[in-house]
Structures are given as structure tokens and as C-alpha cells.
């Protein structure tokens, strides 16, 4: 339920009566909330596909930026067209680029995500691989070390804590996890839900 507005206490939680309002000068009118709903109609267990790709597509497209420069001048003193990606390689369909920023040392953080749960879709659910090398196709990786999600620590530091469930009887099988990145080959592997954090230097 997007908005409620009722005059008198519904019982449902609230205590008491839900009437917002939006005032612009003299007149009130009751709160409208509005929204855009999507709707996909597939086979039976096909749905994910739908909803993981075009829900990235929806929920963080590219996002658009304005100036107020010269464009002119603007275009005969800087590059406005350009991509560090082979003209012929993209993305696995179930990856996603969360983070690609330059830090204050000049090195880059990229963070990386696969986009389906396990089992969910038969072909997207798998072990994904992202070709470095060709992402940056234009530039040399010197150095490339995975850090913790938020960059401040290195993978290799990090201690993961084993928690015992009461009453557990059996252990989840282990979830499938990327490999160790090979230095020479720079191809980065991602299982579902996965997301992984690196830290180049060019």
C-alpha cells in the first residue's frame, strides 16, 4: 500500500487518525503519493531474468549530468568522447559495475556484482568472469589487490567469524565464491550474490 489516509483510527497500528495533508497557500489537499509499477508476464520460473536485468536497468540507470559550460570551449579543450573498453567485449548479462571511482592517489576502485541468487535462473545463476584486461583494454594493470566491500582492508587480512546455530543439524552447503584473481590473466570470477571489491593502479 502506497498511502493511507483515513479520518478515524483504523486499528492497524497508527493510534489515532492518518489525514496527511499538503498545504500550498490557502488550500489543503489530502498527501498523493505516486508511483510507477512494472509488470512481466513469463513462464514459470523464468521470471528472474526479467526482474534481475531490467530492475537494474530501472533502478540505477546511467545517470545524466548538466553544466552551464561553453560548449565550445568546453570541446576544443577536453576529450568528450571516450572508453577504456574493447569496442567488442561487454559485461556478462549478470554482472553489474556498482564502483568505478578514482581515489586520491590516482589508483582506481572497481566493485563488481553478480546480480542472481543461486539456483534462481538456469543459465545466469552460474560462475561469471570478467576479463580485466579488456575492460581496460587501453591501459596497463600494474598492481590489483581485492579488498573487504567497503575498500578499507585488504581480503587477505580479513578473518571471518564461524557462528555455531543452536539446534542446527546439518551445515547449508558452502555457496559458490570466486577464485583467487591470477595476476597474469587479470579475470576476476563471481558467484551468485557475490560482490567483489578491488583496488588497480595503472
Known sequence: ?????????????????????????????GLTVRG?????????????RWRRTSGQE?????????????????????????TTMESNYSLPTNVALITL???????????????????????????AKVELKRIFAGKTIKTLKETSLSANQNRSEMKRTT????????????????????SSSLIIELGPMEIRTFVLRF
Not at 510507477?36 to 528472474?48: E, M, P, Q, R, V
Request: hydrophobic content about 35%; glycine content about 8%; charged content about 30%.
Open 58 to 82: 530501472i533502478y540505477s540507470p546511467l545517470l545524466l549530468a548538466f553544466s552551464h559550460e561553453d560548449s565550445e570551449k568546453w570541446k576544443s579543450s577536453h576529450l568528450t568522447k571516450a
Open 163 to 182: 557462528w555455531k546455530v543452536e539446534g542446527e543439524t546439518q551445515k547449508e552447503a558452502a555457496p559458490i565464491r570466486g577464485g583467487p584473481v591470477d
Open 101 to 127: 571511482q578514482e581515489l586520491v592517489d590516482g589508483s582506481v576502485l572497481v566493485r563488481l556484482a553478480h546480480l542472481y541468487e543461486a539456483g534462481e535462473d538456469p543459465d545466469y545463476s552460474k560462475l
Open 36 to 48: 510507477n509499477y512494472f509488470i512481466s508476464i513469463d513462464k514459470l520460473g523464468t521470471g528472474a
Open 1 to 29: 500500500m502506497l498511502h493511507r489516509r483515513m479520518i478515524y483510527d483504523d486499528s492497524e497500528g497508527v493510534v489515532g487518525t492518518l489525514n496527511e495533508s499538503v498545504c500550498v497557500k490557502d488550500t489543503c489537499e
